[in-house]
T-cell receptor
Framework: AQRVTQPEKLLSVFKGAPVELKCNYS??????LFWYVQYSRQRLQLLLR??SRESIKGFTADLNKGETSFHLKKPFAQEEDSAMYYC?????????????FGTGTRLQVFP | DGGITQSPKYLFRKEGQNVTLSCEQN?????MYWYRQDPGQGLRLIYY???????QKGDIAEGYSVSREKKESFPLTVTSAQKNPTAFYLC??????????FGPGTRLTVL
């Protein structure tokens, strides 16, 4: 079965500290992984995807197929990073037309 | 702020009533989705449509119905059969690069 697990409901850090939001997945084929972000009073939007291999707002995420993980990292957190982050999976092998979301992690960055 | 629009922003329903949530998009996307967002549960897929006049059940379709008569529109009806309809509802559409674009949401409260 397809599943996305985000073990942390809340992650609190101080400004300038490193951040790692954990995401593990279960999918028997080749997956496509995404991170979506929802800032306060804004729409849910795509932050980054593993296929594009780019850094967005200082965030990076590497797909580790051996550990079935797609953790989101940023070396120095900023207050404006405070938001709800969702990891999501889409299949490249089957179920290619749906996104499976994790339960989300709320990131709080204190000044 | 075009793209995906949802109305109304807030909706109140009495028990036993059916209500319809509107979702419109001007992105010319074929695929559209309805999600339910509850605290601690992430986004759960209710229904989705890959093309006009076709739609599929998601993970939690019971008590909901949809139609897709036009490419731009994908309304969701919450029926009286839905046992716990109070939630935040998100509509999305998907582009050809597999990115989903979300609306601002409708908060439904059952009185």
């Amino acid at each position: 079965a397809q599943r996305v697990t985000q073990p942390e409901k809340l992650l609190s850090v101080f400004k300038g500290a490193p951040v790692e939001l954990k995401c593990n997945y279960s999918y028997s084929g080749s997956p496509e992984l995404f991170w979506y972000v929802q800032y306060s009073r804004q729409r849910l939007q795509l932050l980054l995807r593993h296929i594009s291999r780019e850094s967005i707002k200082g965030f990076t995420a590497d797909l580790n197929k051996g550990e079935t993980s797609f953790h989101l990292k940023k070396p120095f957190a900023q207050e404006e990073d405070s938001a709800m982050y969702y990891c999501a999976l889409s299949g490249l092998t089957y179920n290619t037309d749906k996104l499976i979301f994790g339960t989300g992690t709320r990131l709080q960055v204190f000044p | 702020d075009g793209g995906i629009t949802q109305s109304p922003k807030y909706l109140f329903r009495k028990e036993g009533q059916n209500v319809t949530l509107s979702c419109e998009q001007n992105l010319n996307h074929d695929a559209m989705y309805w999600y339910r967002q509850d605290p601690g549960q992430g986004l759960r897929l209710i229904y989705y449509s890959q093309i006009v006049n076709d739609f599929q059940k998601g993970d939690i379709a019971e008590g909901y119905s949809v139609s897709r008569e036009k490419k731009e529109s994908f309304p969701l009806t919450v029926t009286s059969a839905q046992k716990n309809p109070t939630a935040f509802y998100l509509c999305a559409s998907r582009d050809s690069y597999n990115e989903q674009f979300f609306g601002p949401g409708t908060r439904l409260t059952v009185l």
